[in-house]
């Protein structure tokens, strides 16, 4: 095992990242940017190191940089998290040449399940299902019209590299098309440096089922079932559970070992993820591989008991997985939320700031995995990921109550969140009777803003603490005999302070 | 006694009157409380309203008063808001483009003197990995220019002004 | 289902109600002394009412108050939690009298298991192994003598009704069993208003085993596996975990039949526990029958999945158990450590008073639950437990690790407490292997209490504060002109508060 | 520059001594540390020592400091201990006994006047389900009794006190 980590991260999880280590006994160093010198992922780490100025590019971002500070501090292996360079090929080469262990999959499989057109022509190999449309890259405008006729509109045009939306158009007829070609490699090459797209047949209304497999330097690999992950906003997932109500025994093992073999073709070590589109007649198509830890994760280590974290870092020290495909199983439900600092009563604009109160829901099942204390600042620089509540139950019913009762006990002040959004995608009976897709927000979102019902309750509490701010502001301004001459509300009103049973 | 709050462009008169060891609170003249049993502690309030305690977190910010209830979070200011800090939609602004958030002003691709159209982009700011583009409220000139590419920026500050004809 | 519950109780254990509570849809009336008003207990209760001043006889064990207050709030059950009234048949029957659900045994029951030497004959005539030793109760001394001498010295006298070590004493030789029959007498009678007291065999350096059991209305049974709970300070358990590292399959399976026998031969109904010594050959003899939810019950629902305050009201509003035994299983391994507010440096001296900073440790497998928020006044009246830190992991060797690291980063500042001891015990070479049993921190306590090898670092850390304290004293004695003149610890050392990378 | 710390009973002398960026620490004359990069946030301190960087929780109140580290408390006093708030064992007090915890004052067996032997019980005082007894120094008449059975007492206050002849 290693002695030392880096932590090329920070948030949730590189928290989480320090906690595997401590619990397996491994050294940590962290890094931070100028305006993260004081961040909460630096609580958890033995050592702590400034990579550069406040902007990702110039910190988190910068490889030359995070080599050179892991070679100083003697770690032997980096942790790069999720985000930032968890994907990068590149970085996981450099970390290779400066031989240093890049805990994650090996480069060459890094690159190839990067390249999403690549990819598909290896999956499509193994006769394992993908979407019908291009399997190579052209600039050809009559290749991307005559497989779009082939396929049958509506399709769907992505950039080869990258993720999260980018580059992405959704096109419904021949005449949109070659605009919408264009604007994809636009927002591609501006997004990820590079214009390739591809187009294939859009599936409407799918379910977003991924599989979550570990796969150790000799060969062994296993699947940890799925997460379904089809609450998504703008192409982002924003709650996760597991099992999903959209498989059965049969499709669920049938899907799991599909991923294990795409896993096994693009020779992939470590923890990683085969993302699959469910359409509305059960038939899966391999659509992308994740190849880092996700932030959905822990929904899999509540349900599997298996440490996803801890795992990848014994798969990069050389140990093997010795957990056996037929001694996995899935106990109770776990649902995932993922809080953001975000405004959803605002067009969820993004809301860095101070937090200024900070309670945590805690409890039997309930897990937090956070990035920020009270009175910390969120910078705007980064990801406005602030932490994630995750649940467990015994049933899926269960879980759901759970999960609603921990995010309406969970207390963020000074910025906006989206823990009241969470909250009613919670209590929504579509998301009740689990039968949902991708498309649900978008469909229901006008529905799950707070309609400020309670907001009398709010004001009448908000207004005590006004009258108590005026009195207090009244009593500076003045001297001891104009205060009584006033009429402050809070003499009209009287001393609530101290009032008890 | 009475206090104003604004939740967003929404004004609430609230009035507190004591009765004994009740208060009652009306709200806009509509919706009317009677609360009991106040008891203050460091970030959390709790009263009696009928068979219920509520207990709920708040916090204070100059002008600001926070209040979290049912999992939502408000943000109330207390006094009338200035051009600054205030929260409205860019176009009603008239003769410039400001940003909601901070962020980083990532690109301004206009310059003095140009001539613009009605909802031609004058700013991009970025902030927390999304793109805000900020658009021309009607058709103008480009007046002043506040801040340069890279500039960090608060919100709601002036970035692009127009001359409008 | 129960539409309002009153929970007749405060601290960690009423939260953990109320939590329930409220993932049921149930809501919740909680209670307090004058003591309380701002208790930790009552920010998750729906309403709260006050039954009596601070001393525990004028509120929390108040049956009188506690009956009115519950009719007056239309709450149709209590859950009593532990220890006040919890297994106070008086209190029962109360409640089967006003027409009030009690969330436990049945009052025949409570009343058949509360005494210890009507168990053991009940016990005795099912079959299942009790200690040998007296069966009825006396005044003879010679009965007492001739049952020593039949049995064997060490022999144990105690109390019959109540428990936590109380009217016990161990007995090494005639001579000095009269006077410890009659020490022990004394002590009962002032701890439980009963001076009767029985003799049973000494067993020496026994492990404490305890088994978890559910009985419903409908006489449905399934027990829930063990939990060992060797590791005790003074008769108090402080440390539980389960599995039990002294039992085999075969073994529990045995304890865990004898311990269903036992709570149907009782006619129990609701969660119970059935305690067993186990000696140093692996014989089992029962012990007692813990009538209430247990301090430790956490760990159980962390192996089994099984959330047993939820099964508690189910039981109580008359649902069927669905657990099949076969379908039960333990998955991984939990422990728990409870957390007191007392000084093991000072002989574990009661250590009441104001909590100043408070930070919870979180993260995957940990789980707490607490009584305390940062500010909140510990009162001298109550019971010193402040909160327990219970955590899972898949081995017994990470879960110690996790518990370890757990209380390293638990931060309980302004009041003494124990745990820094509870994590020496984790990091103890004889826990770690496990093979402990009820005397193990009687014997090892010396080394258990801190040796203070860190105190360096913690003083470097208090001279800053207090370099700073200094400071700002110096700064508000003085004028601005006289703080220039004066050599302030503060300007001969530099401003380092905002110095960073 | 020199602090004076305590633990318990034990006596810290504590130099600070500034060095460029780095911080000499000099504790009783023997421990010896070179820190650096000292961060103080609203509870919590940090600072290098060789290769680690330490983050410690800390609270104050008045003339205490308190310390959290590696699950230890540490709570230190800055100034010369009065009587009250001192932690002593009650035997070396002479001719009083008080209660080392506040509490309450369950029973007093002795009146005034009594003659008691060295080790006599001459309070009980219970907190949170314990009982401790105080126990008679050495012998003595009862010369005063502070409080009566039933009464909230805070701790080292001297509850009996006696005549030693």
Redesign the interface.
């Known amino acids: 095992m290693f002695k030392k980590i880096l932590i090329a991260n920070r948030g949730e999880i590189a928290v989480r990242v320090a906690r595997a280590c401590r619990e397996l006994g491994v050294a940590t160093v962290g890094v931070y940017s100028t305006t993260d010198k004081s961040a909460y992922h630096l609580r958890f780490m033995d050592d702590a190191v400034w990579i550069g100025d406040s902007?990702p590019q110039a910190s988190y971002l910068n490889i030359e940089k995070i080599i050179d500070v892991t070679k100083k501090s003697g770690a032997e292996a980096i942790h790069p998290g999720y985000g930032f360079l968890a994907e990068n090929a590149q970085f996981a080469r450099a970390c290779e040449d400066a031989g240093v262990v890049f805990i994650g999959p090996n480069s060459k499989a890094l690159a190839l399940v990067g390249d999403k057109v690549a990819s598909r022509t290896t999956v499509k190999a193994i006769g394992v299902p993908i979407i019908p449309g291009m399997e190579g890259l052209t600039e050809e405008m009559s290749i991307f019209k005559n497989m779009a006729k082939e396929v049958g509109y509506p399709v769907i045009v992505k950039a080869s590299l990258g993720g999260g939306g980018k580059g992405m158009r959704i096109v419904y007829n021949d005449e949109e098309l070659e605009s919408c070609v264009a604007a994809g490699r636009r927002e591609a090459k501006s997004a990820f440096g590079d214009d390739s797209v591809y187009l294939e047949k859009y599936v409407d209304r799918p379910r977003h089922v991924e599989f979550q497999v570990l796969r150790d330097h000799q060969g062994n690999v296993v699947h940890l079932f799925e997460r379904e992950c089809s609450i998504q906003r703008r192409h982002q997932k924003i709650i996760e559970e597991t099992p999903s109500q959209a498989l059965d025994d049969k499709l669920r093992a049938k899907m799991g070992e599909a991923a294990k073999k795409v896993i096994e073709a693009a020779d992939y070590t470590n923890a990683g993820t085969v993302e699959f589109l469910l359409d509305e007649n059960k038939n899966f198509y391999f659509l992308e591989v994740n190849a880092r830890v996700q932030v959905e994760h822990p929904i899999t280590e509540m349900v599997t008991g298996v440490d996803l974290v801890r795992h990848q870092i014994m798969i990069a020290a050389g140990e093997r997985i010795t957990l056996k495909q037929d001694e996995v199983s899935q106990h109770g439900h776990a649902i995932e939320s993922r809080i953001y600092?975000?405004d959803p009563?605002?067009n969820f604009?993004?809301?860095?700031?101070?937090i200024?109160?900070l309670?945590e829901p805690s409890g039997p099942g309930i897990r937090v995995d956070s990035g920020i204390y009270q009175g910390c600042d969120v910078p705007?620089?980064?990801?406005?990921i602030l932490s994630k509540v995750i649940v467990w139950a015994e049933t899926r019913s269960m879980s759901i109550s759970r999960m609603s009762h921990a995010?309406?006990h969970?207390?963020?002040?000074?910025i906006?969140?989206n823990?009241?959004f969470?909250?009613?995608i919670m209590d929504t009976q579509k998301f009740i009777e689990g039968n949902y897709h991708t498309h649900f927000l978008d469909e229901n979102e006008a529905d799950l803003i707070?309609k400020?019902d309670?907001?009398?309750?709010?004001?009448?509490?908000?207004?005590?603490?006004?009258?108590?701010?005026?009195r207090v502001y009244d009593a500076r301004a003045g001297t001891r005999a104009e205060l009584q001459k006033s009429m402050t509300?809070w003499r009209?009103?009287?001393h609530?302070?101290?009032?008890?049973? | 006694?009475e206090?104003k709050?604004q939740?967003?462009d929404k004004q609430?008169s609230?009035t507190?009157e004591?009765k004994d060891d009740l208060?009652g609170?009306v709200?806009n003249d509509e919706?009317k409380?009677q609360?009991s049993?106040?008891?203050?502690?460091?970030?959390?309030?709790?009263?009696?309203?009928n068979?219920?305690?509520?207990?709920?977190?708040?916090?204070?910010?100059r002008d600001k008063?926070?209040?979290?209830?049912?999992?939502?979070?408000?943000?109330?200011d207390?006094e009338k808001r200035t051009t600054a800090g205030a929260?409205r939609p860019v176009e009603e602004r008239g003769n410039s483009v400001s940003s909601?958030?901070?962020?980083?002003l990532v690109k301004v691709p206009v310059s003095l003197g140009d001539k613009v159209a009605a909802g031609a982009t004058l700013a991009i700011v970025e902030?927390?990995?999304?793109q805000?583009e900020l658009r021309a409220p009607s058709d103008g000139i480009v007046k002043k220019i506040n801040f340069k590419e890279g500039d960090?920026i608060d919100a709601f500050q002036p970035i692009v002004e127009l001359d409008i004809e």
Request: charged letters at 20%.
């Open positions: 902007p600092a975000e009563e605002n604009l993004p809301s860095p700031g101070k200024l109160t309670v705007p620089q980064y990801d406005p995010l309406q969970y207390i963020i002040l000074g906006r969140n823990i009241g969470l909250k009613r707070s400020h309670d907001i009398g309750i709010a004001l009448i509490a908000a207004t005590f603490i006004a009258s108590e701010k005026k509300p009209e009103l009287g609530w302070e101290i009032c008890g049973h | 006694m206090f709050l939740y967003f609430y609230v507190l004591k208060y609170v709200i919706m409380y609360v049993d106040f008891v203050r502690q460091q970030n959390i309030i709790s009263f009696r309203l068979e219920t305690i509520y207990n709920i977190y708040f916090a204070e910010d008063v926070y209040v979290a209830f049912g999992g939502d979070s408000f943000i109330f207390l929260r909601p958030m901070p962020g980083l902030a927390m990995k999304m805000n960090q």
